[in-house]
């Protein structure tokens, strides 16, 4: 199953509100994807806010052509859950070495 973002909404600073394909819902805080050229411009909190959900590529979008990948977001939202842990590092967003670290703390 391919996961796709079916809805998003602005909340504060660069906190999105989203709901996936999969059924689950939560915050993402997207504010360390704000790095390189396509993306400085939404360090400005009006044009983060601008955000809305392209139906094609399935996630959010702004009107500068900055996207981000549906995977990136869901980790964002739910990084913390120990349960998707393993999801995360075939996605490549966490490592072994990482995980094992944290249970250990």
């Known amino acids: 199953m391919f996961l796709h973002v079916t ?6 600073d660069y906190k ?3 709901s996936f394909n999969n059924g689950r819902e939560g915050v993402a805080d997207l504010s360390s994807a704000l790095k390189g050229k396509i993306f400085e ?3 400005n909190k009006s044009e ?3 955000l809305v959900v392209d139906k094609e590529l399935d996630t959010i ?3 500068n052509g900055a996207d981000l990948a549906p995977e990136f977001i869901f980790f964002q939202a ?3 859950e120990p349960e998707l842990q393993h999801q995360f590092i075939e996605w490549g967003y966490v490592t072994q070495n990482s995980l094992t ?3 250990r703390l």
């Open 78 to 80: 739910f990084k913390d």
């Open 101 to 103: 670290n944290k249970v």
């Open 16 to 18: 999105v509100q989203v």
């Open 61 to 63: 979008v702004w009107s």
């Open 7 to 12: 809805s998003a909404k602005y909340l504060e």
């Open 48 to 50: 983060f806010s601008n």
């Open 41 to 43: 411009p939404l360090k």
